[in-house]
């Protein structure tokens, strides 16, 4: 397994993040900034994890619980604390609803996808839709949903691309169109992130042993180390922006 990251220090790291204001109206008998360092310490930091119960996304989830910062998970499997579809908006509504009853929402990870493999086509109009929906929508979605916070308040979101997002492959036409896309869009959000306290880091990982894979695949990663390469890089006080792993 090989790793590669670029990194720059024109942003600031989410530890070094103030925490947003206090209104006047909440602070009585001490100052702002003593208010400011209250809620800091009271709020419990928070991540949403699209995808977040199996394969690498439940790898990643597991690692962050370990570091005491409080994990929403969404899919459509009911063990997920929000169960639904991630490219639908009323799920992302549920899900950042639910962040917010635990502390402060600091963290945005999306793990969700699906594959979808075969001969330019071969794909019809659901198949599309499903894989589409399922590797770019939901990014978006949540992504729109919680930047705009981030960029006001501080937090980070990494996308989980993947190496079809970086090269062309075979029989995966439409696959590969939706992690483009997906890193297309990551792109813009780290140029619309540039002076503001938001972070994005974009994740390009090879093969993994996951659920995504109907059989275990020779020589394909083990997501808990991919995970592990992905929590070091948001705690690292010098912005690491892409990770490209690749199998050896």
Same mark, same amino acid.
């Given at each position: 397994? =090989?790793?590669?990251? !670029?990194?720059?220090?024109?942003?600031?790291?989410?530890?070094?993040? @103030?925490?947003?204001?206090?209104?006047?109206?909440?602070? *009585?008998? $001490?100052?702002?900034?003593?208010? @400011?360092?209250? =809620?800091?310490?009271?709020?419990?930091?928070?991540?949403? %994890?699209?995808?977040?119960?199996?394969?690498?996304?439940?790898?990643?989830?597991?690692?962050?619980?370990?570091?005491?910062?409080?994990?929403?998970?969404?899919?459509?499997?009911?063990?997920?604390? $929000?169960?639904?579809?991630?490219?639908?908006? &009323?799920?992302? +509504?549920?899900?950042?609803?639910?962040?917010?009853?635990? /502390?402060?929402?600091?963290?945005?990870?999306?793990?969700?996808?699906? /594959?979808?493999?075969?001969?330019?086509?071969?794909? &019809?109009?659901?198949?599309?839709?499903?894989?589409? &929906?399922?590797?770019?929508?939901?990014?978006?979605?949540?992504?729109?949903?919680?930047?705009? =916070?981030?960029?006001?308040?501080?937090? *980070?979101?990494?996308?989980?691309?993947?190496?079809?997002?970086? %090269?062309? +492959? +075979?029989? #995966?036409?439409?696959?590969?169109?939706?992690?483009?896309?997906?890193?297309?869009? *990551?792109?813009?959000?780290?140029? #619309?992130?540039?002076?503001?306290?938001?972070?994005?880091? !974009?994740?390009?990982?090879?093969?993994?042993?996951?659920?995504?894979?109907? @059989?275990?695949?020779?020589?394909?990663? &083990?997501?808990?180390?991919?995970?592990?390469?992905?929590?070091?890089?948001?705690?690292?006080?010098?912005?690491?922006?892409? %990770?490209?792993? #690749?199998?050896?």
């Amino acid at each position: 397994m =090989r790793a590669t990251s !670029s990194s720059s220090i024109s942003r600031v790291s989410p530890k070094e993040n @103030s925490p947003p204001p206090i209104s006047a109206s909440v602070v *009585t008998g $001490v100052d702002r900034r003593t208010a @400011s360092f209250i =809620r800091c310490k009271c709020m419990a930091p928070v991540a949403i %994890i699209p995808g977040g119960t199996s394969g690498l996304g439940a790898a990643i989830a597991a690692l962050l619980r370990g570091r005491d910062i409080a994990v929403v998970t969404v899919s459509r499997r009911e063990t997920a604390h $929000v169960a639904g579809d991630a490219s639908h908006e &009323d799920t992302v +509504k549920r899900a950042i609803a639910a962040a917010e009853k635990l /502390g402060e929402i600091t963290l945005l990870i999306n793990c969700a996808g699906v /594959g979808g493999f075969g001969p330019v086509g071969t794909y &019809d109009q659901e198949n599309v839709r499903r894989i589409i &929906d399922a590797n770019l929508t939901s990014t978006i979605l949540f992504c729109d949903a919680l930047f705009p =916070r981030f960029a006001r308040d501080g937090g *980070t979101i990494v996308n989980v691309l993947s190496t079809a997002a970086l %090269i062309a +492959k +075979k029989d #995966e036409s439409v696959y590969c169109a939706a992690k483009w896309g997906a890193r297309g869009y *990551t792109e813009v959000l780290k140029a #619309e992130a540039k002076g503001t306290k938001a972070r994005v880091i !974009s994740v390009a990982p090879g093969g993994m042993q996951t659920p995504f894979w109907e @059989s275990p695949r020779e020589g394909f990663m &083990d997501p808990r180390e991919i995970a592990k390469i992905i929590v070091d890089a948001i705690d690292r006080p010098v912005n690491v922006n892409a %990770i490209v792993i #690749e199998r050896n």
